[in-house]
């Protein structure tokens, strides 16, 4: 009986019991104590150790080259995870100079050129080494060549005494690199437990020859009086003639503040009292656009011109405009010349928007102090306009879907209207608004959508920013055919509509046609400053049909200008026809197609108009013509322009080579869509962008029909 206590008491032991049965008999098949015996028999079982006694997680390496060697800190974070002392090997390829661990020297181990520490575990530890090794030296570069540790991540810091060093790390991927104060720092990423090959080459940094820098400029400015103060607007040519421009500067005249600096090769600018400083890069040509503006509470001044400081000749323009009705006087000193407002420079010209009163050219000599006085009258104007849109710029993106979201940004000069009228394309829903950078609430009308044009607190005296978005279903793209993009009615009259529609870059567009004018029919003045001046072209176009009303595609039409030249083109698929570049005057237009009578018209082509001419040609057996005498309706006679061959060869190579990359208002409105506006739709992230022009537009709307083609 002693002996079976005694089993189940160890059995009970091995099975981790804790608690001990009370002393008594027992009584049990002989199976079951002889499985008893067996249990008893059996080790207990032991409890699996870590799969690796430690790990390194990450070391970093800082590194500085000197005349013969190289020598620096490395750090290695790690962790042990066998109990007692653990032998972690470190570092060889380099003699180590030190060790310490948490601020104490630690003692390493040495064994076959591999440098280890002896680590109590289980623990993390973070161990510094110093190291070094000396350097290879061959014909104009230093080198050296160590294992790099293995580690889960080996990243790398190296300093090379010269600030035009050229460094080189094999293998390895260079993350930055730096050059100050004599001093080259490498930034790198290294393959763990790969030896690593690293070599640099230095070069004397040439002083540069430089010269006496010697330039001429040539200053246009304009000068605007406006309702609050003085505007200026200076586009400032520089030519150097000897040595490298770096930095220019510019007198700013006392009392004015600028509000901009512009330049294809401007780096910074910097404005103090009484002079702009530009930074450029070193080019021959040098062009800028200054603005500045003044506060002015009376109806005088003094307006002193700018100038470069050190030019070695100055000369200019000055144009005078205002904004609303005054009578002004202007005394001219400091060699100003009066000159016909017809013979300042076109790109001065196209600057100004208001009424021009006076124009001065000046050759400033030494010593002078050029300048103008002015005072004016000003007459309070009538108003008939509760509201106007000086320049509306709209972007369209267009998904392969055939979804469409636009963007409208107003800018809105407005006396007394509060809310915009807008009747948008069926299916299109507002999503968003704002009036002067702030949110408002689009409201839905009996007669369209309301966008408000004021909120509360806020007192326009000068022009504002206003601005939808709306989205419209529209219809999915096929293989190929025509898609129509049309843009909302506006109860405001807008000066200037500006549209720029991106399309998928899956999409190729063959022809685009609409009641707007292309904006490559612009010709650019300065791309730098967007100044643009119209080329006087117009467009024609229009559909051809058989006399029951179906198109006829593949059909001639040719357009005679008066000098006898002549412009082709034919029908499509669906009888439309468009010549984009007309001369505005009086042309002849004659349609030809096999089976049909020849149609021949005289029409008038107005500048910067669309001339819809629809043609419905008359079944012949044989060869016949029918002319049409009348006039197309709503055009006035005028006399016909003249065209060379060469001229309509250029505006075509112009056509050809529209620029269709995305301007910085789709990029815009793409990260709206990622980041603000309340929906989820795939715009286009590349593709191609068609710009197109259209003014004095007054509840109307604006459509425009393309041919696409899926690539």
């Not at 066998?82 to 630690?106: C, F, I, N, W, Y």
């Not at 005078?320 to 009705?325: K, L, N, P, Q």
């Not at 004016?376 to 879907?401: D, H």
Request: hydrophobic share 40%.
């Amino acid at each position: 009986m002693k002996t079976l206590l005694m089993l189940v008491s160890a059995l009970a032991a091995a099975q981790g019991q804790v608690s001990t049965p009370a002393p008594g008999t027992v009584t049990m098949p002989l199976d079951e104590y002889n499985k008893l015996l067996e249990l008893a028999k059996q080790p207990p079982k032991v409890a699996p150790g870590p799969p690796v006694p430690f790990a390194i997680k990450r070391s970093h390496l800082d590194l500085q080259a000197g005349s013969d060697s190289v020598s620096g800190a490395i750090q290695f974070d790690g962790e042990v995870f066998a109990r007692g002392v653990t032998r972690v090997p470190l570092l060889s390829g380099m003699t180590v100079t030190d060790a310490q661990q948490k601020d104490r020297e630690l003692p390493l181990e040495q064994s076959s050129g591999v440098h280890s520490a002896l680590v109590q575990g289980p623990s993390e530890f973070s161990i510094t080494l110093q190291a070094g090794k000396p350097l290879t030296i061959e014909p104009g570069r230093a080198s050296f060549r160590f294992p790099v540790p293995s580690a889960g991540t080996v990243d790398l810091v190296f300093t090379v005494p010269s600030d035009s060093a050229y460094v080189n790390i094999t293998p390895g991927l260079i993350t930055s690199r730096t050059s100050k104060d004599g001093r080259t720092v490498i930034a790198a990423t290294l393959v763990p437990g790969q030896p690593v090959s690293i070599w640099w080459a230095t070069r004397e940094a040439v002083a540069p020859v430089t010269h006496e820098l010697r330039f001429l400029s040539d200053v246009k400015t304009l000068v605007t009086i406006t309702e609050s103060g003085i505007a200026l607007a200076a586009l400032v040519d520089i030519s150097v003639v000897q040595g490298e421009a770096g930095q220019l500067e510019l007198d700013v005249p006392e009392g004015y503040e600028i509000t901009s600096a512009t330049g294809a090769t401007l780096t910074s600018s910097d404005s103090s009292p009484g002079v702009l400083t530009l930074r450029v890069q070193p080019q021959k040509s040098q062009q800028f656009l200054v603005s500045m503006e003044r506060t002015l509470h009376e109806a005088k001044t003094d307006v002193p011109l700018l100038f470069v400081r050190g030019a070695q000749r100055e000369t200019g323009e000055v144009l005078i405009e205002a904004v609303g009705a005054l009578e002004l006087t202007v005394a001219e000193r400091g060699g100003l010349k009066r000159m016909d407002v017809r013979e300042t420079s076109p790109y001065l010209r196209s600057m100004a928007h208001g009424s021009v009163h006076a124009a001065f050219r000046y050759h400033r000599q030494a010593a002078e102090k050029a300048g103008l006085a002015l005072e004016w009258m000003r007459f309070p104007g009538a108003n008939t306009l509760a509201a106007v849109a000086e320049e509306a710029i709209i972007t369209t993106l267009v998904t392969s879907e055939g979804r469409s979201l636009t963007e409208v940004r107003l800018t809105v000069r407005n006396q007394a209207q509060p809310f915009l009228r807008v009747t948008l394309p069926p299916g299109a829903t507002i999503l968003t608004a704002d009036v002067a950078g702030e949110k408002v609430k689009p409201a839905q009308g009996a007669d369209g959508a309301r966008v408000p044009l004021l909120r509360p607190g806020f007192r326009p005296v000068a022009s504002y920013p206003v601005s939808f978005v709306f989205q419209h279903s529209g219809a999915p793209f096929a293989k190929k055919g025509d898609a129509e993009l049309g843009l909302p009615k506006m109860d405001v009259p807008v000066s200037v509509l500006r549209w720029e529609v991106f399309l998928p870059e899956r999409y190729k567009v063959k022809r685009v046609i609409g009641d707007v004018i292309q904006d490559a029919l612009f010709s650019s003045a300065d791309t730098t400053y967007g100044l643009y001046a119209y080329d006087g072209s117009g467009q024609i176009g229009g559909t051809i049909s058989d006399p029951t009303g179906a198109v006829i595609p593949k059909a001639h039409i040719t357009i005679t200008l008066s000098g006898g030249q002549t412009l082709t083109t034919e029908t499509d698929a669906n009888g439309h026809w468009f010549l984009p570049a007309v001369p505005a005057g009086r042309v002849r237009v004659t349609a030809d197609c096999l089976g049909f009578k020849r149609y021949i018209h005289d029409v008038s082509v107005p500048a910067g108009v669309r001339t819809t001419e629809n043609i419905s040609l008359q079944i012949a057996a044989t060869m016949e013509t029918v002319t049409v005498s009348a006039e197309a309706v709503g055009f006035s006679n005028s006399n016909l322009n003249s065209i060379s061959s060469t001229d309509r060869e250029s505006r075509q190579r112009k056509q050809q080579q529209v620029d269709t990359s995305a301007s910085e208002n789709v990029l815009n409105l793409q990260r709206r869509v990622t980041g603000v506006l309340p929906i989820a739709i795939d715009v286009p992230r590349s593709g191609a962008a068609y710009r197109f022009v259209r003014p004095l537009v007054l509840d109307e709307e604006t459509k425009v029909t393309f041919s696409y083609k899926s690539r």
